[in-house]
């Protein structure tokens, strides 16, 4: 038996429609077989990764910043190459809640998917463009046991999604990217110490802009269980850090590159953007007008 990216058990695969050096089936416009068994779920009707156009994008209001709790909280784990990505489980209770989310969600784990080399990996889109690599922080919603109880709910799932761009060294990512060359090998592992959720990923004050919509895990089985939140602002890595990825290897020993499911048809589905920030300075602007006005009515 092998494992999806989220470490669920499935049969054992070889991951398809991620321009992988051994496709066997193409899971993008069809349903996904694993050794002769077909996987409906990934031919269905909210599937992700998508492109988010951003013209056809919905203002909702509601979507007002989310709050996080134990994301400070520096922790021991192990990072592993799985044969596919590298994971890094969350030891301890980290939850994410607010934002419209109608419930509180638990943080699971981590992991990661890129292109070769910093060129394009990231498997959301916007208008089009794709970036160097993509960070989702899986969560599952704390009223459920576990990860695979909570698939089985539309809304059990909230991953969170983060783009990388590649203006400059993060230092903040050292020790994370040393330890990438203890997981060079499929199946290897290490330990990682010291680090936070909050270290990896933009301060409070740049995570007020994102999108929303529901959709699907990327991997088989591409359940369709997950409120997707994807952030605007990307994170910096230099070419050399981002390139540090693509020094891991596949199971086979070939090189871990391009590990991007392609974007999915959005099929009607509407895609929200944040609206805090503009409801908020609507707000500033009318008590503006409002104190100018009075403060003229005082000379008349």
């Not at 589905?269 to 920030?277: H, I």
Request: aromatic letters at 10%; glycine letters at 8%.
């Amino acid at each position: 038996m092998g494992n999806d990216i989220l470490g669920l058990p499935v049969a054992e695969f070889t991951l398809t429609c991620y321009v992988m050096p051994y496709v066997i089936y193409d899971f993008c416009h069809v349903p996904w077989k694993l050794k002769g068994i077909v996987n409906e779920q990934c031919s269905k009707s909210r599937q992700s990764p998508i492109n988010i156009v951003t013209k056809k994008t919905k203002l909702n209001h509601l979507l007002t910043p989310l709050k996080f709790t134990g994301y400070q909280e520096a922790f021991r784990s192990t990072l592993k190459n799985n044969g596919h990505s590298v994971t890094i489980t969350v030891p301890h209770v980290a939850t994410v809640s607010e934002g419209n989310l109608l419930n509180t969600y638990r943080a699971v784990q981590f992991h990661f998917h890129w292109g070769k080399d910093g060129g394009p990996g990231s498997e959301h889109t916007v208008d089009g463009e794709q970036y160097p690599m993509e960070m989702h922080i899986v969560h599952m919603r704390q009223d459920f046991k576990n990860l695979d109880a909570a698939l089985g709910d539309p809304t059990g799932v909230a991953v969170l999604g983060f783009f990388y761009e590649v203006p400059l060294s993060n230092r903040k990512y050292d020790g994370f990217i040393e330890a990438l060359k203890n997981v060079v090998e499929s199946g290897s592992n290490t330990t990682i110490d010291g680090i936070s959720l909050s270290n990896l990923i933009p301060s409070e004050g740049n995570m007020t802009n994102y999108y929303r919509y529901s959709g699907s895990l990327t991997t088989p089985s591409c359940t369709e269980a997950v409120v997707w939140t994807v952030f605007e602002n990307p994170i910096p890595l230099s070419h050399d850090q981002l390139s540090a990825f693509s020094k891991l290897k596949f199971h086979g020993g070939k090189s871990m590159v391009k590990t991007f499911r392609p974007v999915q048809p959005r099929k009607g589905r509407v895609v929200y953007r944040s609206g805090s920030s503009v409801l908020l300075a609507s707000f500033t602007l009318l008590l503006l007008c409002v104190t100018s006005a009075l403060g003229l009515s005082q000379f008349n």
